[in-house]
């Protein structure tokens, strides 16, 4: 046994700002973003903070699934971007939404929503739970250098949630990592401990605290990755091309997504779902977002196959399917 979606939500902060109002500030400017990202305009965290998101999104899924948040047995939080580290965004929400169980926070970067319904899948084998709140939330634009045109206009910000419930629908799971602290990397906070004898990494300062990216080599590991991931987990599956109704993947840059559509011709080009030229890469959040976004369209329908594939820093990957037999959303 493991389980199955009884409902989803998704929250987005209010300020909303198109590639036009970046270049304002920026060295960019809306033809190069839609070009190389596909990205149009994204939400970012002006009053709200990643906290008030998750809480949204997690009273909506709960709304949706028909239970109360104190059915629940387990909340898992997937996040880079927490507002504290102790305590945990789990527990943050735990506290807010009147829950009273185990509550934890784990972080896999772009891939931690997919990492966590594999660690849900692990409770429900051994029947330690019931219902599970699984959240996936980041606000990039905490950490984002607002200098760095490379990094500034992909990230955002945003919140999806899932609450699970017994049942058979996950097909099958895969986790992975290559360690790479080089080409993706923000540092945690320092201390002042007066015993602290090393410096950085690089021996660099509290700008190392902002994201770095080393954009083309994650671009290569994500179009390889996202490949060779589908295909291995479409074999774990027992799946063909043909039983896949749709593949819900990170939305980190149009072009990775078209290169894994193009690399995969059994599978239409039209089931990739995509939600980038509106919300940018929101790193925890994509997916469970995306999902939310197409389900409260009525796109899903019971029995439907979804294909969930992610890649962040880590470097991680993780990718599930899952047949679909939540609640039903007309068109
Ligand atoms: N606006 C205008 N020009 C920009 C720019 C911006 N926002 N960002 C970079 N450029 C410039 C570069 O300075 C470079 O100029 P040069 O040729 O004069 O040196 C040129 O555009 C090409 O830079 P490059 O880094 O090769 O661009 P790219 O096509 O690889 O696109 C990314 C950059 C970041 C969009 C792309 O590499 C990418 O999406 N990588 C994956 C990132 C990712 O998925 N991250 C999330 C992981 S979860």
Redo the contacts with the bound molecule.
Sequence with gaps: MNFTILGTGSAMPSLCKTNDDLSKF????DE??RA??GIEQRYLCGEESITDLSCLAAEEALREAGIGAADLDLILCATATSEYRIPSMACLVQERIGAQCAAFDINA??SGFLYALDIAAGYYARKKVKHMLVIGADALSEIVDWTD??TA??FADGAGAAVLGEGDDLLASRIGARGNRAV?YAENVKGNSPFRMRDSEDGAQCEEQYIH?D??E??RF?SASMTRELKQLMKDAGLTGKDVSYVLP?Q??RR?IDFASSKLPEIASERFLTNIEKRG?T?AASIPVLMDEYNKKGTFKHGDILLLTA???GLTTASCALRWNGKQYNK
């Excluded at 920026?26 to 400017?29: G, P, R, V």
Aim: aromatic fraction near 10%; glycine fraction near 10%; include cysteine.
């Design positions: 920026l060295d960019t400017s190069w973003i190389r990202t970067a772009c045109r490379s206009v992909i993706l990216m954009g083309q994650v671009f994500a990170h980190a840059n990775i890469n790193s890649f962040g820093g």
